[in-house]
């Protein structure tokens, strides 16, 4: 069996640069293990929003679910930070486009 390579485009951080950013300030891809996608509001329902709007446009980009492998929700008390943190736990090849490379190359492929 041999393994095939799959060369992906990256940012510094290590993710697609066709990835959807989180559009709000506040939010953010935070770092490995896990590649959190970080929410933050004082507003809990407007952070879940924001969370499921980027998750469509993620999943569109994709064209598959992203592997979320789990969400978690913490609160933050310090003065001038935003009460609720959501983030969600994502597959770090889905954030890196793997699937992405894959059907293009795919697609190339049977193309030829």
Same mark, same amino acid.
């Given at each position: 069996m041999t393994e095939e390579t799959i060369q992906l485009e990256l940012t510094e951080s290590g993710l697609s640069p066709g990835l959807p950013i989180p559009?709000?300030?506040r939010d953010?891809?935070?770092d490995v293990p896990y590649r959190p996608v970080e929410f933050r509001d004082d507003d809990l329902p407007a952070a879940l929003e924001r969370c499921a709007g980027w998750l469509r446009q993620a999943q569109q980009? #994709?064209?598959e679910p992203v592997d979320v492998l789990a969400v978690h929700l913490d609160y933050d008390e310090r003065e001038g930070s935003p009460y609720y943190d959501l983030k969600l736990l994502c597959n770090e090849?889905? #954030?890196a486009g793997v699937p992405v490379a894959l059907r293009d190359r795919r697609d190339s492929a049977s193309a030829d």
């Open positions: 559009a709000d300030s953010q891809v935070q980009w #994709l064209g090849e889905d #954030l």
